[in-house]
């Protein structure tokens, strides 16, 4: 045996790495000229005769060809060439096997004639070489077509191998295994350059065509892959011709069956390669198959097989044009899904009479029963998944396919091939996941026509069928029921109720039989967790006994993911035991407490374990202390050590932090006493770690334990508490901010025992919170924080309100800390300074009150200081009455003069809210003063606003009793006085007005609003449309009922004639599917095709406008296109069932992606949902997806664009990256199209850089958010 190295032939003296090295040192000759040379000596040893010089000879030529700097002179390319095809003939195969190998780096390293020689040989081998160097040479040409680069290479080969492939397909004195060969090459070839092959195309498919009439059935099967993949990149002319070419042979009905069953797989083959392009055809091609299918003889099972398949590729490729098919398709699918000739319905009855006693016997019966002759159960397999790809791809026949296709699924729960049972429990769990999508935000079980409420009725049935296989012996059988229930609980919570007496006998032989894996228990035991967490309590307290046993010995399993499972239904099973502390108990949970204890004590010791494991221990053991610690006094002093032991270990620091949050927030009030301050201690360093969930944990964690221990912490870590949370105040990280301005309110609330700790906190918070107040990011939470800070601060010890106000008031200017205040700003402090004054009591806040208004009154004042006391004013005047400092409304009205549209608007909110707080005494004010003062309408409008607002948010009952019905006459007559407002500013208010006053007086304004959809005026009827909005509010309204009924008048108008009326109902419309959906799905079948309607480009919308030197286009269509989509992507979230995917994305999202910037971006959000949601139908329509995408990720700006050209630019390509990301997620083979768009244009260059970036965010963030980005 000779030893060959990287670079020789050990003991026969051949070394070409020495050689070279000698050349290198010497320093004679150039790289090219050492690898010629290099190639030379290894020549040499080729054409030895001892074959393992041959061997080593070659093993050295592919070394070196596979070196990246490795390059060849034309006279070396040509003898390597030689060289290489001659090797393939060697009689050694290893020798040619490696001449082989040799071809993928040389076709890389060659100028393309070279390759094209070397293809030329290769196929004269195939066609007429003999029977060895034919294997070789199909194999060295698949190897070449893999490795050829697209471009001049590639065409030179296609020109110069297709004619001879299709001569050795064609020619009749063509072996079956030279066919055979060929067709798998050219299979390859189209697969890669397939579109190079254009002028061939016409040849390649007569050719194929006339391999379907072949007596083989593998070259019939070779040709089918052939036209499929030539299919992808025909002409639709020539897609047509094949159809029509296998149709009109499948219309023949004296052709042999095998030749039938060929012509059908070339039909779904065909469908599968070109999608929604196949659609014309599904008109004449599914009656056609379905007839097949009925009057199929009786033994050919496999034609009934093969057109169910195809029906299903049809489904999911062609979703739109097989739409008037569906129905027959579906109850085709459902006929044969029980399809079962050799086994009648009588034996099944038989066997379910059976005793308990007998029932395991009648299994293993069922079991030995085979006929290896039977392929019934290829029929059941494939009517299952076609019946699959129905609900998958059908969202809006959700509820006849609960009608039509459950009760049929769940009669086949008791199907006897056990890989057609799973692919029926596949089924009913797509039904169970497309109810969930449908349904999701607007789900109502009252609603007998609710998906919901049909699958309550239906799961009793369910329950009964799954008991039977969870007692069956196969795992796989078991393990799919549990699939289905665990699905079952996910959608419809609580469902189980009443039959958790049937299901626990299951669970338990699942988790206790020693025949069981591991995969069945973990389902087992995620089924039991997820049911015991949405189910009431008591539902299990008969079962507690026989569930606890098996699960505490699952604790103890070796396998991890077991013992973490088991861990978290431990956890929900002590909630179980103990839903309350009622005295005395419901349950008597006392027998169990010492047996979870110890099973779980066990594991939080175990050292040698996995870190879910470590978690889960550390999560239940912080439950069980929670609930049960009570009865647990004795095991204290050794369990609370430990967890403190793993709180100070990096690991498992965070689930420890929040397991003392867990015990913490416990009614029990357990004795932390032994480590109480050193966990307070560690917490307090986590407030410094980078770690993000850590210090918000620690946050929540040391909240909990103030709240509840305050007294026995002292004031040593109180300050140390204090030091730390100066440094996580920042408009960065709102939610922080939250958690720990709320933190600081706890610390202060106990005076009693840290009397101190209001003024640690005002010497090192209150800076922070200063600067906090100025941000233009303040908002929501962190907002309403900040307030309740500033209240628990007065109210602390050694606090001065003065000195406080001022602070606050002073953040205004701009020489403050920090940098000037934004205008956002300015809302934050008054919300601020109003909270503070009322904290302080009526004394200091009518003394602030005056200051504010003597400051209005003075002249000096700037403007910032104008402004914040009028926001001020407002806000302390809609928290309390203000009517004791006379003439305040006179002073806010005054400032309506300022030269300022900033103090002007403010001082409407001012007048406004300070109305709020004394209705009797100034809304007739307004009123009046909107009649008599024309010039300041807008702004006595928006103090109107301000106060219609204000009441309908306070409640309907208060409300009513402060605006009398005389005053809502009055504020109605005006408000619709001002409907045809040529100004739109004050038409949107009083749009606004008039909605928000429909919340409080639903009976009259509802009629009101509907008889003006008919106003001959576009500005009212636009008005009324927009104020219909305003009514659709989140939370149910006595409204509701009201605009139930009228609702379609309004939202009718997306027909309107003037446009500014279709953008106003295609808004309601937006607003209400995404408030209250259930308003609007059953009048979305008319609405839909009006909002479809309104994402095409309009010509007669289109202006040019001539400015001088040059012209300039106006889109007066574009706002209303880009409101129709954003409209679409609400209704996807909302009524997916009410929505056909495939009518709407060709053609009109397909136009929206090619569209303007403000298109296309809800255009990507749409199909990123899409892909999410209905998958199948975005595969059908991949390749005419591919253009408009590619267009925009390689859009360029001009050289001279500004930034913000650049960076809206820049949006657009990431946002187009996101939707292609989403694309290349969808479960299914991608076309090779998109895969060539993929690899070529994605990524490739700096788009790979991007893509990257994007995929890295939508797997860190989740689709869900991903959503959101855009």
């Not at 659609?279 to 056609?288: D, I, R, Y």
């Not at 840290?754 to 010497?763: L, P, S, T």
């Not at 038409?987 to 001959?1016: D, H």
């Not at 999410?1172 to 253009?1187: F, I, N, P, T, Y």
């Amino acid at each position: 045996m000779f030893l060959c190295s990287a670079g020789g032939f050990g003991r026969k003296g051949y070394s070409v790495k020495a050689w070279c090295n000698q050349q290198q040192v010497a320093g004679q000759t150039d790289s090219l000229k050492m690898a010629s040379l290099a190639v030379g000596l290894i020549l040499e040893k080729i054409a030895s005769k001892d074959k393992d010089f041959r061997y080593m000879a070659t093993s050295d030529l592919l070394n070196e060809l596979q070196k990246d700097n490795f390059k060849l002179d034309t006279d070396t390319e040509r003898k390597v060439s030689q060289i290489v095809l001659q090797q393939l003939d060697d009689a050694s195969g290893d020798i040619s096997g490696l001449a082989v190998k040799c071809l993928a780096p040389l076709v890389k390293k060659v100028h393309e004639g070279r390759v094209v020689e070397i293809v030329e040989s290769l196929c004269q081998k195939l066609l007429t070489g003999k029977e060895q160097q034919r294997d070789i040479a199909s194999i060295a040409l698949k190897t070449v077509v893999a490795k050829i680069s697209t471009g001049n290479v590639a065409q030179c080969v296609v020109v110069s191998l297709t004619p001879k492939m299709i001569k050795g397909i064609t020619n009749p004195d063509t072996s079956t295994e030279v066919k055979s060969e060929c067709l798998d090459i050219l299979c390859d070839v189209l697969h890669c350059f397939g579109s190079l092959m254009t002028a061939d195309h016409e040849k390649l498919m007569n050719a194929l065509l006339v391999q379907l009439n072949l007596q083989r059935a593998g070259l019939r099967k070779r040709a089918i892959q052939c036209l499929a993949t030539l299919a992808a990149t025909m002409s639709d002319d020539l897609l047509a011709r094949a159809t029509v070419n296998v149709v009109q042979l499948l219309k023949n009905k004296d052709v042999k069956p095998d030749m039938t069953r060929t012509n059908i797989q070339m039909i779904g083959a065909f469908c599968r390669a070109v999608g929604y392009r196949f659609g014309p055809h599904l008109n004449e091609v599914v009656p056609l198959l379905i007839s097949y299918c009925h009057n199929a003889s009786e033994n050919d099972d496999e034609l009934r097989e093969n057109i169910l398949q195809a029906l299903e590729i049809f489904i999911l490729r062609c979703p739109r044009d097989v739409s008037p098919h569906t129905d027959l398709i579906l109850g085709l699918a459902l006929e044969y899904l029980s399809y079962d000739p050799n086994f009648t319905d009588d034996m099944d009855e038989d066997q379910d009479e059976v005793t308990d006693g007998e029932e395991d016997e009648d299994e293993e019966s069922a079991d030995e029963y085979s006929d290896d002759e039977d392929m019934s159960w290829k029929v059941r397999r494939a009517a299952a998944k076609c019946l699959s790809a129905v609900i998958s791809s059908r969202p809006e026949m959700i509820c006849t396919l609960y009608i039509k296709a459950s009760p049929k699924l769940v009669e086949r729960f008791k199907e006897r091939e056990e890989n057609v049972k799973i692919d029926v429990f596949n089924a009913f769990i797509d039904l169970l996941r497309q109810t969930a999508n449908v349904t999701k935000g607007s789900g109502c079980i009252a609603n007998p026509s609710s998906p919901l409420h049909i699958l309550q009725q239906e799961v009793p049935k369910v329950v009964k069928s799954l008991n039977k296989q969870l007692r069956e012996k196969s795992l796989k059988t078991k393990v799919g029921a549990f699939s289905v229930l665990k699905e079952l609980v996910i959608v419809l919570p609580n469902s189980l109720s009443e039959h958790m007496g049937s299901l626990v006998p299951g669970i338990e032989k699942a988790l206790n039989d020693k025949a069981s894996n591991s995969n069945l228990k973990i389902e087992a035991l995620v089924f039991t967790r997820l049911v015991m967490a949405s189910h009431s309590s008591a539902v299990f307290h008969p079962h507690i006994k026989a569930l606890s046993a098996p699960v505490l010995a699952a604790v103890g399993e070796r396998y991890y993911k077991v013992t973490a499972e088991a861990l978290r239904v431990c956890g929900e099973l002590v909630k179980a035991i103990r839903p309350n502390f009622d005295t005395p108990p419901t349950f008597d949970f006392v027998p169990f407490v010492h047996p979870i204890y110890s099973n779980i004590y066990k594991r939080l010791t175990a050292q040698d374990q996995d870190q879910e494991v470590k978690e889960c221990a550390i999560s239940c053991m912080g439950l069980v202390i929670s609930i049960l610690g009570d009865h647990l006094k004795n095991e204290m002093g050794t369990c609370l050590p430990l967890l403190l032991e793993r709180l100070r270990n990096e690991i498992t620091r965070l689930t420890a932090v929040k397991a003392f949050a867990t015990i913490a927030e416990s009614s029990l009030n357990i004795d932390l006493s032994s480590v109480l301050e050193q966990v307070v201690t560690e917490l307090t360093t986590f407030l410094r770690k980078a770690n993000r969930a850590l210090r918000q944990a620690s946050l929540v964690t040391l909240n909990s334990l103030l709240t509840a221990y305050s007294s026995k912490i002292s004031p040593a870590s109180y300050e140390s508490i204090v030091t730390e949370l100066s440094s996580l105040i920042s408009d960065a990280d709102l939610h922080m901010t939250a958690l720990t301005l709320e933190l600081c309110c706890t610390m202060m609330i106990d005076k009693k025992h840290h009397a101190n700790a209001g003024a640690a906190i005002r010497e090192r918070v209150l800076p922070q919170a200063l600067i906090l107040v100025k941000s233009s990011l303040l908002q929501g939470q962190a907002l309403q924080t900040l307030q309740a800070f500033f209240a628990a601060l007065v109210q602390s010890a050694n606090t001065s309100f003065d000195v406080l106000l001022d602070a606050l008031l002073s953040t205004a200017r701009s020489a403050s800390p920090g940098g000037p205040a934004s205008k956002q700003a300015f809302h934050s402090i008054a919300q601020c300074a109003a909270v503070l004054c009322l904290a302080a009591g009526d004394a200091m806040c009518s003394e602030t009150v005056s200051m504010l208004i003597t400051t209005l009154r003075s002249s000096n004042g700037t403007d910032a200081t104008q402004l914040l006391s009028l926001l001020c004013l407002g806000e302390i005047g809609r928290r309390k009455d203000l009517s004791s400092h006379s003439n305040i409304e006179l002073v806010v009205i005054g400032s309506f003069q300022s030269p300022s549209e900033e103090i002007k608007a403010a001082a409407s909110f001012a007048l406004g809210n300070i109305a709020v707080g004394n209705l009797a005494q100034y809304l007739s004010l307004i009123l009046t003063q909107i009649d008599r003062q024309a010039k300041l309408q807008y702004l006595l409008l928006h103090s109107l606003k301000e106060v219609i607002a204000r009441q309908s948010m306070d409640g309907g009952a208060k409300g009513k009793m402060d605006l009398q019905d005389a005053d809502v006459q009055k504020i109605l007559s005006l408000l619709f006085t001002h409907c045809e407002s040529e100004e739109e500013g004050v038409r949107n208010v009083v749009a606004e007005c008039l909605g928000k006053l429909a919340l409080i007086e639903p009976e009259k304004l509802v009629p009101a609003l509907k008889e003006r959809t008919a106003s001959p005026s576009a500005y009212t009827r636009a008005t009324v449309v927009i104020a219909i909005k305003f009514t659709i509010v989140e939370r149910p309204q006595p409204i509701d009922s009201y605009i139930k009924s009228c609702i379609s008048s309004f939202l009718l108008l997306i027909k309107d004639e003037d446009r500014h009326v279709r953008r106003a109902a295609v808004s309601a419309l937006s607003t209400a599917a995404h408030n209250k959906p259930a308003l609007v799905k059953d009048l979305l079948p008319t609405l839909l095709p009006l909002l479809y309607d309104q994402t095409v480009v309009k010509k007669e919308l289109i202006r040019t406008v001539d400015l001088g030197p040059f012209k300039h286009i106006v889109d007066d269509g574009l706002e209303l296109r880009k409101g129709a989509f954003e409209c679409v992507d609400t209704l996807l979230d909302s009524c997916l069932d009410q929505i056909d995917p495939s009518y709407f994305i060709t053609p009109h999202l397909l136009s929206g992606l090619a569209d303007h910037y403000d298109v296309k971006m809800p255009c990507h959000l749409i199909l990123s949902k899409l892909s999410a949601k209905c998958g199948g139908a975005v595969l059908a329509v991949m390749d005419a997806l591919v253009e408009p995408l590619e267009k925009t990720i390689q859009h360029k700006t001009k050289a001279d664009a500004v930034k913000q050209e650049v960076d809206r630019n820049e949006d657009m390509i990431r946002s187009a990256l996101r939707a292609i990301d989403s694309l290349n997620r969808i479960s299914g083979e991608p076309t090779p199209r998109f895969k060539a768009f993929m690899n070529h244009v994605v990524k490739v260059g700096p788009l790979a850089e991007k893509y990257n970036a994007v995929r890295h965010e939508s797997d860190t963030l989740g689709a869900g958010d991903i959503m959101d980005l855009n």
